[in-house]
């Protein structure tokens, strides 16, 4: 094929040409660094990191279904370290491939993708939220809308440290909905560990009118297995 007729040839492309040639970035494998076709895991990475076994599919103790890609260990714990206090975003790329396939499969169960949020205060102070970075490939694999806004989150005290009970006790109004009437909710995070923010994000959510809620994160913690 030869050069895109559509391009032309004025000063203006040429100077383009050279500035993409000096200052392109190619993608990179989040595990290894390596330059790839895409920002994606390289496929020994890829083997690496979801090297078997994976969790099944689990439940809250609210009974909302939770899939996960992974325990939250080896190297899916050092990028999900990595995403979340790091604030090294390109590690989210290492989940989006395996997450959007898990989101395909469960299409029929959903209409609309929320990101677990943050409350205000801690976004500000990580300046992004992981699950919103998360869940942005799953709205163009699917088809469905990605809906940040559609649940927002009162600030509480860090829930690591917490049994269940507290957990569960700490999150008590901590979320808020508008009326949903009849929606299914795909609700995307990156760690599940007693299901307590799960099960508090779908109660509000089935509350406000939700007709079916499913989780998807990226990993379980260990101590569940
Ligand atoms: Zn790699």
Redesign the pocket.
């Known amino acids: 094929m030869g050069r895109d007729a559509t391009k032309g040839s004025t000063w203006a492309s040429r100077f383009g040409d050279w500035f993409d040639a000096c200052w392109w970035f190619p993608p990179t494998?989040p595990?290894?660094g390596?330059v790839?076709a895409a920002d994606r895991?390289?496929p020994?990475?890829d083997l690496r990191v979801f090297a078997p076994p994976a969790p099944s599919v689990g439940e809250t103790p609210c009974g909302t279904r939770v899939d996960a890609l992974a325990w939250f260990d080896g190297d899916v714990r050092s990028l999900l370290l990595r995403l979340k206090f790091g604030r090294d975003t390109h590690a989210a790329c290492a989940f989006g491939p395996r997450l959007a396939v898990r989101a395909a499969d469960l299409r029929s169960r959903f209409d609309a993708i929320v990101p677990m949020p943050l409350s205000l205060p801690r976004r500000c102070v990580r300046g992004f939220n992981q699950a919103e970075l998360l869940a942005q490939p799953l709205g163009e694999a699917t088809g469905a809308p990605v809906v940040p806004g559609l649940l927002a989150r009162r600030h509480r005290a860090a829930q690591s440290g917490l049994d269940r009970a507290a957990r569960l006790e700490n999150l008590s109004g901590a979320f808020r909905a508008p009326r949903l009437d009849g929606l299914r909710v795909l609700l995307v995070d990156d760690v599940v560990t007693t299901g307590a923010t799960i099960s508090a994000a779908a109660a509000t959510l089935r509350r406000s009118g939700a007709n079916d809620v499913t989780a998807l994160v990226v990993a379980r913690t260990p101590d569940q297995k």
């Open positions: 494998c595990g290894c390596a790839a895991l390289c020994p990475c």
